[in-house]
Nanobody, 118 residues
């Protein structure tokens, strides 16, 4: 069973940047698709971005042009570079792994809190 651990969250001012990491307990070479989701208080969890084993990425409209998703299989880690942060980006950010790329997530981390506030 692969364990995913998120890190890099914290408090940042509007307009600032953070880089989140999602580190796996085992190789992610065989994990087809990986994703970042987020959940704000009182709201449903929503998709932020995805990346597959070929490096193809997808971004939800609300982060396009501001966030960059990447993965480094040699380090067993996925990243989310977040720039131009807004108060509405405040949420717990979770990383997911879809082993076979069939839209069914096999692994999920416990999340890291991101708070954007002045």
């Amino acid at each position: 069973q692969v364990q995913l651990v998120e890190s890099g969250g914290g408090l940042v001012q509007p307009g600032g940047s953070l880089r989140l990491s999602c580190t796996a307990s085992q190789s992610i070479d065989n994990i087809s698709d990986m994703a970042w989701y987020r959940q704000a208080p009182g709201l449903q969890r929503e998709l932020v971005a995805t990346i597959n084993s070929a490096g193809t990425t997808y971004y939800s409209d609300f982060v396009k042009g501001r966030f960059i998703i990447s993965r480094d299989n040699a380090k067993n880690t996925m990243y989310l570079e977040m720039n131009g942060l807004k108060p509405e980006d405040t949420a717990v950010y979770y990383c997911y792994g879809d082993l076979w790329g069939i839209g069914q997530y096999d692994y999920v981390g416990r999340g890291t809190q991101v708070t954007v506030s002045s």
